[in-house]
């Protein structure tokens, strides 16, 4: 029977970034991003930015943010990203405009190939499409991508294709049924006389 | 389709305590209650009550607990509140007597309609009968009421009604049996003659 | 009905170490183990070490990890112990060689009897073979021995008994499929002419 020797795994392909960049971030990250006090959205967001990440206008970052590589996140507009949510993005993360990532959340982009026998690291990125709702404590596994508007129910667990609009729930999450968003009040009729 | 505009989110309705007073809270919640220094229980219960919390005696709290709005909250005598547990009570949440929450437990009343175009912020509380015991990494949703003697097994996400002396399991949780409890050694019996 | 009375709940029986070693842990683990900073893997290693920990060569501990009672913790050769992993034993927790703990794991050694008036402690130990992977986020439950090369897929909770080279999946985990691991490409048949 074969088995896996960890002494000999070697990720020396993988170059996430120059070593005194990440070595700032660890500190950003740990006293600003992660900090239990409320430092201001627009500070968090200017400091992604100065790292490399691309940040949209109105994006709300609460306290307590676990960032990886920021130049591997783009944030859209009006995008929240909640209290706790650990975005461990060692491969692209992209988060679409109007999206809520819940308190809690963590989105996993690191595996490993458990049928090699030095464990070799894999990553694969995550897309958060337009207007997507990742609720509270869920977990998103790498690869996947929520189309818009997707709904993830607190503490689920998903991976894999998803349905625009489609609400998801469990672990592993499964489909329950389709998010349906009435108009707003003062909208004009979606089909004009 | 009608999408979500988060820019247009309005939760002014939602008036959760004077500026001041969650100031400090944050403050305390993040120096205190939050610290992995096993500061006294007497003193974490004192600070929750100046902060408005209906605590009783006897009461247990460990390291790591993070609580959102203390006003809002109501833990009965002898209950115990264990490391990193979240209080995320938006709505009153109210711990019975002899009530366990186990660690790292996460008790959410925060909400959002995703069938509304600008995701109206929701809040439900949650009721937790005496002598229930929330198990470790479980999730407790908005709205939830665990009745008497209910036990949610560890890593569950439980919602909506429960059975007293239930206990649930799962993601979401099943009931899976029910909860019988011996007499103590030195009880008198139940039914005299 | 009976009820629970933790204001009579009893663990004098269980005395996990002296008072003062105790405490002292608790400031070491606060302050280094459960840093956010990138503190080196050979400095956790060896104080967990001066507090009673087999920990073998080659071990890799990531930040915020969070340590009970390291006198209860064995670690064997190139076994990795990720970002927040929290290892709560209060029983002993023997991690095998070439063992990958991910990132927010969850190792749970306490338990209550539910059915005792005084909600007595109970505690078991935790056993990972060699070569296994405990997932990101997942929860291994009091007693739980996972063999040889197991792998518990993300956000699992797992416990009881398991194959070797099982891999588990969901909540409760259910066995999926078995592990084959590839031979290195500079091995030695394993059966030589």
Redesign the interface.
């Known amino acids: 029977?074969?088995?896996?020797?960890?002494?000999?795994f070697d990720n020396a392909w993988y170059r996430p970034g120059a070593t005194l960049k990440r070595t700032l971030w660890?500190?950003v990250?740990?006293w600003v991003l992660?900090s239990?006090?409320?430092y201001p959205s627009l500070l968090k967001a200017a400091l992604l930015r100065v790292f490399g990440a691309r940040v949209g206008r109105?994006v709300v970052i609460k306290p307590n943010v676990n960032v990886k590589y920021p130049w591997f996140l783009t944030v859209g507009?009006?995008?929240?990203i909640g209290e706790?949510v650990?975005i461990?993005n060692l491969a692209p993360v992209s988060i679409g405009a109007?999206v809520?990532i819940s308190?809690?959340a963590?989105l996993?982009t690191g595996n490993?190939d458990?049928?090699?026998?030095?464990?070799d690291l894999m990553i694969a990125p995550i897309e958060i499409g337009?207007?997507a709702?990742v609720g509270?404590?869920s977990?998103v596994?790498p690869g996947t991508r929520l189309e818009?508007?997707v709904?993830v129910a607190?503490?689920?667990?998903i991976g894999g294709k998803t349905e625009p609009?489609g609400?998801y729930?469990?672990?592993?999450a499964q489909w329950v049924r389709r998010?349906?968003?009435?108009?707003?009040a003062d909208?004009l009729p979606?089909t004009a006389p």
Chains 1, 2, 3 share one sequence.
């Open positions: 029977m074969t088995t896996v020797d960890l002494s000999r660890v500190l990250n740990a992660k239990d006090l409320p109105g507009d009006f995008a929240w706790g650990w461990d109007h809520c308190q809690g963590y996993l490993h458990y049928t090699a026998p030095y464990f337009d207007g709702w509270a404590k977990i596994l818009s508007h709904v607190a503490g689920s667990v609009y609400i729930r469990g672990c592993p998010r349906v968003i009435r108009p707003a909208a979606e």
